[in-house]
Antibody, heavy 115, light 107 residues
Framework: VQLVESGGGLVQPGGSLRLSCDAS????????MAWVRQAPGKGLQWVAN????????YYVDSVRGRFTISRDNAKNSLSLQMNSLRGEDTAVYYC?????????WGQGTPVTVSS | ETVMTQFPATLSVSPGERATLSCRAS??????LAWYQQKPGQAPRLLIN???TRIGGTPARFSGSGSGTDFTLTISSLQSEDFAVYYC?????????FGQGTKVEIK
């Protein structure tokens, strides 16, 4: 299983960023997917989950209404649209498989929110 | 939200010794608990789910136990590659929540 994230970078507070994750060697369309983040020097925080066909989505309270998780099963791709970014959103964002325990992780893409 | 508390925050252990890490949930999670290992600069790796089921590739020296609110990860004889940060995570309800981690360091 390979999960490759992209789209991270430096953005100003209030700005937007779209993260992507390309999955290969994996039954993408039949599995839940998620995003988990890790602020610098801190622990892990679950951000969002999406079911197999995109009809169910769950978010941590701190991002609900600002972030949107989505998927394109035809392209084996997962996305996270992040709007109204804040300093506390600064973290490495990991694309992960699952909805219960998280079995496979990408290498992460860093997001820095700063002026 | 189910708060996961891990203790101790740091555990100093000599190679070959036994390490015992604890994780407590603020409400019952039955056995819906996973353990992860994270080494510096790497993504976390799933070790155990279902509180006690080792994932394929997890060495037998790692064992998980507990149910309800109190859980333990035991490393029977620490190897050099086991020095890392360990996280527990519950998956009985949303939001999924992680403990703050226990760092296992060389004594």
């Amino acid at each position: 299983v390979q999960l490759v994230e992209s789209g991270g970078g430096l953005v100003q507070p209030g700005g937007s960023l779209r993260l992507s994750c390309d999955a290969s060697e994996y039954s993408f369309s039949t599995n839940w997917m998620a995003w988990v983040r890790q602020a610098p020097g801190k622990g892990l925080q679950w951000v969002a989950n999406i079911n197999e066909d995109g009809s169910e989505k769950y978010y941590v309270d701190s991002v609900r209404g600002r972030f949107t998780i989505s998927r394109d099963n035809a392209k084996n791709s997962l996305s996270l649209q992040m709007n109204s970014l804040r300093g506390e959103d600064t973290a490495v964002y990991y694309c992960v498989t699952g909805a219960w325990s998280y079995g496979y992780w990408g290498q992460g893409t860093p997001v820095t929110v700063s002026s | 939200e189910t708060v996961m508390t891990q203790f101790p925050a740091t555990l100093s252990v000599s190679p070959g010794e036994r390490a015992t890490l604890s994780c407590r949930a603020s409400q019952t999670v039955d056995n819906n608990l996973a353990w992860y290992q994270q080494k510096p600069g790497q993504a976390p790796r799933l070790l155990i789910n279902g509180a006690s089921t080792r994932i394929g590739g997890t060495p037998a020296r790692f064992s998980g136990s507990g149910s309800g609110t109190d859980f333990t990860l035991t490393i029977s004889s620490l190897q050099s590659e086991d020095f890392a940060v360990y996280y527990c995570q519950q998956y009985i309800n949303w939001p999924r929540t992680f403990g703050q981690g226990t760092k296992v360091e060389i004594k």
